[in-house]
């Protein structure tokens, strides 16, 4: 059974940090690009940042690039999502995803924020910056 858990989210003061964890398991972990989604309230799911499997590549959305910084541990079957200077906007349902395909290819589903094309969810969690 494919899983994907994430844990990490919490209430932070804006200009802080946190690092998010998707612990993944039941499929082989460097067979799919894998990354970041988020939902704020009232709002379409967004992809925030992706990463591949084989060399490394990102993808980050314009409104984090230079704050969050993801990265995966194959020997831990583990995906991070590094954020810093946190602002009110990134308030939301933080989602781990994976998509069996390759990077240049996979990325189109979270620049185009295809949430629909995503192999593999997790249960999300709540990332809330005050002001």
């Known amino acids: 059974e494919v899983q994907l858990v994430e844990s990490g989210g919490g209430l932070v003061q804006a200009g802080g940090s946190l690092r998010l964890s998707c612990a993944a398991s039941?499929?082989?972990?460097?067979?799919?690009?894998i990354g970041w989604f988020r939902q704020a309230p009232g709002k379409e799911r967004e992809g925030v940042s992706c990463?591949?499997?084989?060399?490394?590549?990102?993808y980050y959305a314009d409104s984090v690039k230079g704050r969050f910084t993801i990265s995966r541990d194959s020997a831990k079957n583990t995906l991070y999502l590094q954020m810093h200077s946190l602002k009110p906007e990134d308030t939301a349902v933080y989602y781990c995803?994976?998509?069996?395909?390759?990077?240049?290819?996979?990325?189109?589903?979270?620049?185009?924020?295809?949430?629909?094309?995503?192999?593999?969810w997790g249960q999300g969690t709540l990332v809330t910056v005050s002001s």
């Open positions: 990463i591949s499997s084989t060399d490394g590549s990102t």
């Open positions: 039941g499929f082989t972990f460097d067979d799919y690009t």
């Open positions: 995803a994976a998509l069996f395909a390759p990077f240049w290819t996979a990325s189109v589903a979270w620049i185009e924020s295809r949430s629909g094309a995503l192999d593999a």
